[in-house]
């Protein structure tokens, strides 16, 4: 079965910069799509950016051109997400998701991962 | 890319019915037939439980549907159930990104 394991909370300071990585098992690695959404506390999803795993093409938000880079490694099947330039409204709950292709719906999820900013 | 625009709230008795209005424009409610929706209980991941405006994934009850004219999308949830009462998403393709809802908090009365 499809299974996206994502690290750790983080704990970082204004300024600083966060990887949030998002291991895949299950399925082909190259096969699906990634995404990245995040949610602030008590706040709605946010769709961050996409990543084709195959050939490492990219697509972000404008809100986080500049600041936002998604790579992966095929090797270990493993997705990575670093924000940087962190400030206190970067705290969030990051979720890695896949799809089937660049357009089609988002269906298999992380289980979030943490990021507190804070001085 | 602004956001698409949902009610803040709706609510409904076990039974009835309700509908989820989500609202974007031609870059991308209209623009595409790919609307999907998700629903979220407190502390836990998104699950999809409409994609492609109007299609359900296996294993989620076809008391919930889809449609969509023109710019606004809707979600209806029919016989509504206690363990309905969740956050709901919509999130449309939009070109290269995604678009979501600012969320609507389903209370079951």
Same mark, same amino acid.
């Given at each position: 079965q499809v299974q996206l394991v994502q690290s750790g909370a983080e704990v970082k300071k204004p300024g600083a910069s966060v990887e949030v990585s998002c291991k895949a098992s299950g399925?082909?690695?190259?096969n699906y799509y990634m995404h990245w959404v995040r949610q602030a506390p008590g706040q709605g999803l946010e769709w961050m950016g996409i990543i084709?795993? %195959? @050939? @490492?093409t990219t697509s972000y938000a404008q809100k986080f051109q500049g600041r936002v880079t998604m790579t992966r490694d095929t090797s270990t099947s493993t997705v990575y997400m670093d924000l940087s %330039?962190?400030? %206190?409204?970067?705290t969030a709950v990051y979720y890695c998701a896949s799809s089937s292709?660049? %357009?089609?719906?988002?269906?298999y999820w992380g289980q979030g991962t943490l990021v507190t900013v804070s001085s | 890319q602004s956001a698409l625009t949902q009610p803040r709230s709706v609510s409904g008795s076990p039974g009835q019915s309700v509908t989820i209005s989500c609202t974007g424009t031609s870059s991308d409610v209209g623009g595409y037939n790919y609307v999907s929706w998700y629903q979220q209980h407190p502390g836990k991941a998104p699950k999809l439980i409409?994609? !492609?405006?109007?299609e359900w994934p296996s294993g989620?009850? !076809?008391?919930f549907s889809g449609s969509k004219s023109g710019n606004t999308a809707s979600l209806t949830i029919s016989?509504?159930?206690?363990? !309905?009462e969740a956050d709901y998403y919509c999130c449309s393709y939009a070109g290269s990104v995604r678009v979501f809802g600012g969320g609507t908090k389903l209370t079951v009365l």
């Open positions: 399925y082909t690695f190259t084709n795993p %195959s @050939g @490492g %330039s962190l400030r %206190s409204e970067d292709t660049w %357009s089609a719906k988002i269906d | 409409i994609y !492609d405006v109007s989620v009850p !076809d008391r016989g509504l159930q206690a363990e !309905d």
